[in-house]
């Protein structure tokens, strides 16, 4: 069925936002296997937290990878079933991710709360003698975010720090590894150096959630536009 100028142009730049879609779902989907490797190597400060959030990235990853396929196959084919079908099931999306916003923005100071809790129960046990599992945990959550300590090094009541605190410390060391605090490179308690880094990635999600949806908006009434003209 041959259809206007104007719903061919719809028709190509319906596709060419779904192949974007297709891009954007990759990235998506190599965040989420990032979070579930930092999930292995920081399991025993939040492990449960990581995990659920590895699946849902991973989960909505997929999620765009399918209706992105789905809006290229229905512009491309012309087909007013699979084109409405792929209008609502946006529609649906950005509905989530409002939801989603709203309880993430809510809870926010709640979250940070509870990661700060986790870490100072976890860190508190270095001046036990810890086991090696917890000090590897420990050794790793420093080396992968540039601290020391939950607020600082005088959160370790030892005469030395763990090495990752003077930034010598690799996953091949022992656990238990220490430096002097002579040595320290890394100077900035973890608890704030996690808060800012989350803060950092929240921000920028944000802004892209907000194009996301103006974007998707705009395809869904692209969708709606172009499956009218085939219906004809």
């Not at 730049?13 to 891009?23: A, G, P, Q």
């Not at 036990?128 to 020391?148: H, N, Y």
Request: glycine share 10%.
């Amino acid at each position: 069925m041959g259809i206007s100028c104007g719903a061919t142009l719809i028709k190509y730049l319906l596709f060419l936002f779904n192949v974007l879609w297709l891009l954007l779902g990759g990235v998506v989907l190599w965040l989420g296997f990032k979070i579930a490797i930092w999930s292995g190597d920081l399991h025993d400060v939040y492990e449960n937290n990581l995990k659920t959030g590895a699946i849902v990235v991973l989960a909505a990853g997929f999620l765009i990878f399918v209706l992105a396929f789905l809006g290229c196959c229905g512009a491309i084919k012309q087909n007013s079933c699979m084109l409405s079908t792929y209008g609502g099931l946006i529609l649906i999306l950005v509905v989530l991710q409002c939801v989603g916003a709203y309880f993430v923005l809510r809870d926010k100071g709640k979250i940070q709360d509870e990661i700060k809790g986790a870490i100072r129960t976890e860190f508190d046990k270095w001046n036990r003698s810890p086991s090696d599992d917890v000090a590897k945990t420990i050794q790793l959550f420093q080396k992968t975010f540039e601290c020391c300590g939950v607020t600082g090094q005088t959160d370790f009541t030892t005469p030395e720090l763990p090495e990752s605190c003077c930034d010598k410390w690799s996953k091949g060391d022992s656990p238990q590894a220490k430096c002097q605090r002579s040595q320290i490179k890394w100077t900035q308690g973890c608890a704030d150096k996690l808060e800012n880094t989350l803060t950092n990635y929240l921000g920028g999600l944000g802004g892209v959630a907000i194009a996301l949806v103006l974007i998707q908006l705009l395809i869904i009434v692209s969708a709606c536009c172009l499956s009218r003209e085939v219906r004809g």
